[in-house]
């Protein structure tokens, strides 16, 4: 585990495998499925379809065998209002745009490249003089 505390999340590289595999494979996301939002995050970034392990360990140890019944359930009705609140009433429409990631990292990358300016040097914050902060003239 230690070895892998820098690489980056299942999630994030989930949208680059899909486009390097087309359609010549089927994709399923099999890592952080928790809750019925990543199972959507992960239908928004290409993946056919998510395995939930996890979702049916946590069920057995928190409700035994009951729970191992409930937690599709609940994921289902979590994934159901998620897709409710973005305004899709249908799986197949579900795609990238409905995410805020992307545009986080274009307003990110917006932000550095002003802070680089044009030269790819950063700018400098203006100078000012103490008299000038207090509105005295210079």
């Keep these: ?11 994030r590289m989930l949208p680059g ?3 390097a595999v087309g359609t010549q494979t089927e994709v399923l996301m099999d890592s ?6 990543d199972i959507l995050k992960a239908r928004a970034l290409g993946a056919l379809g998510v395995m939930i392990g996890r979702a049916y360990i946590y069920g057995l140890c928190a409700m035994g065998e009951a729970g191992v019944t409930k937690s599709p359930e609940l994921l289902a009705r979590e994934m159901d209002l998620t897709m409710a609140l973005s305004g899709n009433r249908d799986i ?3 795609h990238r745009h ?3 990631l992307h ?3 274009c307003r990110a990358k917006l932000h550095v490249k002003q802070r680089l300016g044009h030269a790819g040097a950063p700018r400098r914050a203006p100078v000012r003089r103490p008299g000038a902060l207090r509105g005295h003239p210079t």
């Design 103 to 105: 545009v986080h990292c």
């Design 92 to 94: 197949a429409h579900v």
């Design 98 to 100: 409905l995410l805020l």
């Design 17 to 19: 495998i899909v486009a």
């Design 32 to 37: 952080g499925i928790r809750s019925g939002q």
């Design 1 to 11: 585990r230690d070895r892998l505390d820098g690489a980056l999340s299942a999630i």
